[in-house]
């Protein structure tokens, strides 16, 4: 049996891709192995937001020439279209493919023959001419309760630091029909949960003459699916009609993750973003009133060009009063083609990562608050299989990472359990069943701590910053 092995870079949504692209393989009599083990073929798909996210790429190429004996390369994904010349110069390539031609794979190598390439074949159409969607839901065989379903794909935005629109062209969303054959598919594989994927889900649909509400209506009817998770939305496109439906729909999760990318509305404009912060901080107060203990994620780019100490403290400002779960904080990479990297007033490197560090650090002092702010809190967990120290893990609905009595508990089952205390970043509870907490003792070590929903910064203080302290503390 030939073997394949695949690597994936960058979002969710490219996970789900890669998840289709080996099931490609799997029909045609492929073993799948895990990357750095001996394979017949080596496909790699990429990312390319960051410089990082292209030198991992040449470093994952060069790892499976080394631990594979003349494998088949094959590089896909965003990289893969942006630079197509830069990626078939790398040692060791075979076949470069593009935005159109992944969902195609075996038009261009036969499973009967495969042999490395002379020299490399490169096939990327132009991103104006890709307009087919490609289905892509990803399952895995260490997370057997969750899967990422791909509903959209592609972007109209123009932010002015973004390769997107460049690596996956525009806007285009998957059928209703096909959504919700698709969540069917995997409700019959045993998934309870399934996490809306795209580039831009809040777009969905709005070519079609369809909208992303509908969707939502359609998937919480599908019967077997317990729960729903919005990857990301942009708070533009966060409505109050989807505000409400997640508040008042039990299989909706109270999660939402919202990019902001910058607290300073000076950059935001540089950025070229579709809100201010005054619109960004009166959505998220709303979020927190009609969802008291939704979990709210925000990405950050800090670095960007033009970003000077007086912004950055802005910025952090911002970010330390607003009431929210966890940051996702990206540093600044130029990327050929974007109006940002023509701009100038370039933001020294090490000035870029020192302001990573900091809010860093200030998501880990909010994430802690946060789950400090569970504590006696009745949840509903969906346990996954890793058990630790007899205790078995699992998200509940607003993305707190609960730990709950393995002896208790079953892997892909719902659990309601009592958050009692907050350790190593985890929450650990205790088992309610038929409205009975079982270990009514450790109910002793539930204390509260802090204030998330007020925005107030003084609940910060005291909070641990560094590694060290931070673990000591929790």
């Not at 979990?295 to 950055?312: A, L, M, N, S």
Request: proline content about 3%; overall charge negative; aromatic content about 8%.
């Amino acid at each position: 049996m030939p073997r394949v092995a695949l690597h994936t870079l960058g979002c969710k949504l490219n996970y789900a891709e890669t998840s289709m692209i080996g099931k490609q393989f799997v029909d045609r009599g492929f073993e799948v192995v895990e990357f750095g083990d001996q394979a017949d073929v080596c496909v790699i798909n990429t990312c390319s937001v960051t410089e990082r996210a292209d030198r991992e790429c040449r470093q994952l190429i060069r790892r499976a020439l080394r631990t594979s004996e003349n494998p088949l390369v094959v590089v896909t994904g965003c990289y893969a279209q942006l630079e197509p010349e830069e990626v078939a110069s790398i040692d060791g390539v075979d076949l470069v493919l593009g935005a159109k031609e992944k969902f195609n794979l075996f038009d261009y190598i036969s499973p009967d023959s495969i042999e490395k390439n002379q020299y490399p074949h490169v096939h990327v159409s132009d991103i104006g001419t890709v307009d087919n969607f490609g289905i892509g839901y990803s399952t895995s065989a260490t997370d057997r309760t969750r899967a990422f379903l791909k509903v959209q794909d592609g972007c109209d935005y123009n932010c002015s630091f973004c390769t997107i629109p460049l690596a996956r062209g525009a806007s285009r969303s998957q059928s209703i029909e096909a959504c919700i054959e698709q969540a069917n598919i995997l409700v019959g594989q045993g998934y309870k949960e399934v996490v809306l994927t795209g580039v831009n889900v809040g777009d969905y649909g709005k070519k079609d003459g369809t909208n992303l509400m509908a969707l939502l209506r359609r998937l919480v009817d599908v019967s077997g699916l317990e729960r729903i998770r919005i990857s990301s939305i942009e708070p533009n496109l966060l409505t109050h009609e989807i505000l409400d439906f997640v508040a008042g729909e039990k299989k909706m999760a109270n999660h939402f993750h919202i990019p902001l990318q910058s607290g300073s509305d000076e950059i935001l404009r540089g950025m070229r973003r579709r809100y201010n912060t005054t619109y960004y901080q009166d959505l998220i107060q709303r979020i927190r009133k009609q969802i008291p203990d939704c979990g709210i994620g925000v990405d950050v780019i800090v670095g960007f060009p033009g970003e000077t100490d007086k912004h950055f403290e802005e910025i952090q400002l911002f970010l330390t009063e607003l009431p929210v779960s966890y940051l996702h904080v990206f540093t600044y990479s130029e990327r050929p083609n974007t109006p940002a990297a023509e701009f100038g007033k370039a933001i020294e490197p090490r000035v870029r990562f020192k302001r990573n560090e900091t809010l860093r650090n200030l998501s880990q002092k909010k994430k802690h608050l946060f789950y400090r702010e569970m504590i006696g809190s009745t949840v509903e967990v969906l346990m996954e299989g890793e058990i630790e120290n007899n205790m078995r893990f699992g998200y509940s609905d607003n993305y707190v990472r609960v730990g709950l009595p393995a002896d208790q508990t079953q892997e892909n089952t719902f659990v309601r359990g009592k958050i009692v205390e907050v350790r190593n970043g985890k929450c650990f509870g205790s088992v309610i069943l038929n409205g009975a907490k079982r270990n009514e003792e450790s109910s002793s070590c539930a204390f509260l701590f802090g204030n998330l929903g007020g925005g107030d910064s003084s609940a910060l203080e005291g909070v641990p910053s560094n590694d060290k302290s931070r673990a000591e503390a929790e």
